[in-house]
């Protein structure tokens, strides 16, 4: 852990020297976040009669905000796996001898996605003050249980994604696909998805664990099959992701292999 935060505080300096684009990124961030919201304010207004509050919205955005901040920000190198291994830069991590997926995902750290999780965690809190029906302290203790399980789950997901490339060339565009719908998806609650069985069963497909599941747990009166459901999905993709990457790094071709030949 302190090795952990020696990198934090590393990656801090380094981005802050170029510092223009530094809190460019942080505004760019931050305002992107706020439009979401905007949007959602606007939905409501324009569909006054559905059972939809703004909460229901809070919820989402925490849960999304704070699942991109923590594989975007503090494990950088799990989102940019499949460009790593495309491009042969797993080589530097393979030359030490530590394991290269627990030293790949903890030393490259971005500092601006912080902001993320700042902004989740405050979509957080003002859900648990203003929509939840539970007392706050008890809203927000199980929202921060329910999201340490959702990022386990999250890490599992991009781990396996991203060891497509061991197979597949170009395997960055099914992550980038893969990115692009879950952040369309996640941020609308899947019962206004009911009525297309097809979407629905889309969203359950690629979102059940990290977004759908965590979402009824925390808006309605979650059953104690759900919670062993949720604890026991994390327990099983996280290390089958790890398994997957293990297996299929056996696959990997060194640009220093290539060179030699």
């Not at 020696?6 to 380094?14: L, M």
């Not at 999304?64 to 796996?81: R, T």
């Not at 991009?158 to 998806?185: D, H, P």
């Amino acid at each position: 852990m302190n090795r952990y935060l020696k990198f934090i505080k590393y990656s801090f300096k380094e981005q802050r020297q170029y510092r223009t684009n530094f809190f460019a990124s942080i505004g760019t961030m931050l305002f992107n976040d706020a439009c979401f919201l905007i949007i959602f304010v606007i939905f409501l207004e324009y569909f006054t009669e559905t059972w939809l509050t703004f909460g229901n919205f809070l919820i989402l955005t925490s849960m999304s905000c704070l699942g991109y901040g923590v594989v975007h920000g503090l494990f950088y190198n799990i989102w940019s796996l499949p460009y790593i291994i495309e491009q042969w830069k797993l080589d530097y991590y393979l030359s030490f001898p530590v394991n290269p997926l627990y030293f790949l995902a903890s030393i490259k750290i971005w500092i601006a996605d912080f902001w993320d999780i700042i902004f989740g965690t405050i979509c957080l809190f003002i859900y648990a003050v203003h929509y939840a029906e539970a007392p706050t302290w008890i809203v927000i203790l199980k929202g921060l249980w329910v999201l340490i399980l959702s990022w386990i789950i999250v890490l599992g997901l991009y781990i396996m994604v991203g060891s497509i490339s061991f197979w597949v060339q170009k395997g960055s565009k099914i992550a980038e696909l893969f990115n692009s719908t879950i952040i369309s998806f996640s941020l609308y609650p899947p019962e206004i998805y009911k009525e297309n069985k097809m979407i629905f069963l889309l969203m359950c497909i690629l979102l059940f664990p990290w977004i759908i599941l965590p979402y009824w747990i925390m808006t309605g009166d979650s059953t104690i099959w759900q919670r062993l459901l949720m604890i026991v999905l994390a327990l099983i993709i996280l290390p089958f992701g790890i398994f997957v990457f293990n297996r299929w790094l056996k696959r990997y071709s060194s640009w220093n292999l290539v060179h030699q030949m």
